[in-house]
């Protein structure tokens, strides 16, 4: 397998996400990379890199204590580059990150029936519960959490 990198997010690569992040979503996700993600956030932000290409990226927070959590708000792969262990190399480097900072938990969210998000997170030793109106009304997700 070619080399893979894992760096940080430049203004380049969130520009270059905005532009594939419906593709490779399979549907209207734009409005989830909101602008504080690079701005605000950018620091704790990840893309994973091959042959100068970025095939994937972790958008993501660390709250800090009492709640100590390393959020990761949105990840996507690019679908050519599926299943070949690149999200998780994105969630190592971001965990360990986190735990380096203290963060105490890894946490993040899915819609409720996506089963490949649910076998990613389980695959890594996270929890998942899914929690009726949970973004609101009728909005259920899963949650996964990890202790670090
Ligand atoms: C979910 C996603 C981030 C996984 O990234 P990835 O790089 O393909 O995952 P990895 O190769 O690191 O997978 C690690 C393990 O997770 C599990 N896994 C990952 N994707 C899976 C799927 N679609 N179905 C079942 N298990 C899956 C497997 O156990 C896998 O190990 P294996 O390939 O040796 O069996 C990626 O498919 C994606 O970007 N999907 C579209 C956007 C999305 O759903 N984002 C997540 C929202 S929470």
């Given at each position: 397998m070619r080399e893979m990198h894992i760096r940080g997010l430049t203004k380049a690569d969130y520009d270059y996400i905005i532009s594939v992040l419906d593709q490779w979503w399979g549907?209207?996700?734009?409005?989830?990379?909101?602008p504080m993600f690079f701005?605000?956030?950018?620091?704790?932000a990840l893309v994973a890199e091959q042959d100068g290409q970025v095939i994937g990226f972790l958008l993501g927070v660390m709250v800090p204590a009492p709640s100590a959590t390393g959020y990761v708000h949105l990840v996507g792969i690019h679908p050519d580059h599926r299943r070949r262990g690149v999200g998780k190399r994105l969630y190592e480097q971001f965990t360990e990150r986190c735990r380096a900072a203290g963060m105490k938990q890894i946490k993040s969210l899915a819609s409720s029936g996506h089963e490949g998000p649910i076998r990613f997170h389980e695959s890594m030793g996270f929890t998942s519960t899914e929690v009726p109106?949970?973004?609101?009304?009728g909005r259920s997700r899963v949650v996964f959490v990890k202790e670090l």
């Open positions: 549907g209207p996700a734009g409005r989830r990379a909101d701005y605000e956030f950018g620091e704790h109106d949970y973004a609101g009304p």
